[in-house]
């Protein structure tokens, strides 16, 4: 149906509903939903980011932002909504209107915080409609070199010698690089013990310089230093080999089976937003998410595109969503 076709049959609905009463309201109604969605979006849209300016959150946000934007003809901006680990910018987004115009980057840190703050309500299932995956990375488990293990193995073996007397670096409780850990431990049957700082930087300060050991690290931050020595590649998480450390084994072929930790981002909107919206933003996604200056883009940050439905991007969610959920129930409350 052409959008003239549509503006006629809003005109005829309007008309019934001052000749025909409550049958005529609905119809009119219902009309105004069929026009907004065929002409959807006729004005700029909001992806709202549960992080700071800057940081890779951010930056992904951006760049797929735009190239959806330009695909769909309207501009997508970012609005940055930090705090409480991303959950000011989750509650703001469950609680807008339901029309395709306020969305949310979804990262990993939503489906973990479900579990983690048990006094948050809002839970992805019921509050979010899935769009699509965006991009995903792995991460890297890092060792400084006079810690002298050279393999997934020998730190096992190690850490099960002298429990709790290994200790790895984390951005803060409750951060992937500490569920990371927390998951490696429990797959593995050690037990080592966190050393929380407040961010990234400190942690690859004193990992250098040997005041902590052992890390499980975003790529970017320590691919030079495990290039040039000074810090050694263990394994990487993912359930394949990380096309920027191919040499390096994944942790799950190393002996720990099963093992797969990967940071992602995706997109969603507030639960009840018209399939048709869905569908046609999922549809946008896709095809930025091929674009090759997009691919430059996420691979600047570390990241590769995720390509998926929005009903894979859901099953993928509640899947993620359940394995944290194991992970923080048997280490017990990292979060508050």
Not at 21 to 38: K, P, W
Not at 261 to 270: C, E, I, N, Q
Not at 295 to 312: C, I, N, S
């Amino acid at each position: 149906m052409s959008t003239e076709q549509l503006c006629r049959l809003d005109l005829q609905c309007t008309r019934r509903a001052v000749l025909g009463g409550a049958a005529g309201l609905v119809a009119f109604a219902t009309s105004r939903t069929v026009l907004a969605q065929a002409t959807y979006p006729n004005k700029p849209i909001r992806l709202v980011v549960g992080f700071a300016a800057g940081g890779p959150s951010d930056i992904i946000g951006r760049v797929v932002g735009a190239k959806i934007g330009d695909i769909l003809g309207q501009q997508v901006y970012v609005e940055n909504r930090a705090g409480a680990s991303g959950n000011i910018a989750t509650e703001t987004v469950a609680r807008s209107d339901p029309d395709g115009y306020t969305l949310l980057l979804a990262p990993l840190s939503c489906a973990v915080n479900e579990s983690l703050f048990k006094n948050f309500r809002i839970k992805f299932s019921e509050s979010f409609a899935p769009i699509a995956p965006i991009a995903e990375t792995a991460v890297v488990l890092v060792v400084h070199p006079s810690l002298n293990v050279s393999s997934v193995q020998q730190l096992v073996t190690l850490a099960k010698s002298k429990p709790g007397e290994v200790f790895y670096a984390t951005a803060g409780k409750g951060t992937a690089t500490h569920l990371a850990a927390e998951l490696f431990d429990t797959s593995a049957g050690i037990k080592m013990t966190p050393v929380h700082y407040k961010g990234g930087g400190e942690t690859i300060k004193d990992l250098r310089s040997g005041e902590v050991k052992v890390m499980f690290s975003t790529i970017p931050p320590v691919l030079g230093f495990v290039r040039d020595g000074s810090l050694r590649g263990l394994a990487t998480s993912g359930p394949k080999r990380d096309r920027t450390l191919p040499e390096l084994p994944t942790i799950a072929e190393s002996g720990v089976p099963g093992y797969d930790v990967r940071l992602w981002f995706g997109l969603a909107a507030p639960a009840g937003t018209p399939p048709a919206i869905v569908s046609k933003l999922s549809a946008a996604t896709k095809q930025a998410l091929e674009n090759d200056e997009l691919k430059k883009a996420l691979d600047a940050q570390g990241y590769e595109p995720l390509f998926g439905t929005a009903e894979e991007f859901g099953a993928f969610y509640r899947r993620e969503a359940e394995k944290w959920a194991k992970v923080i129930e048997t280490v017990g409350s990292i979060g508050e």
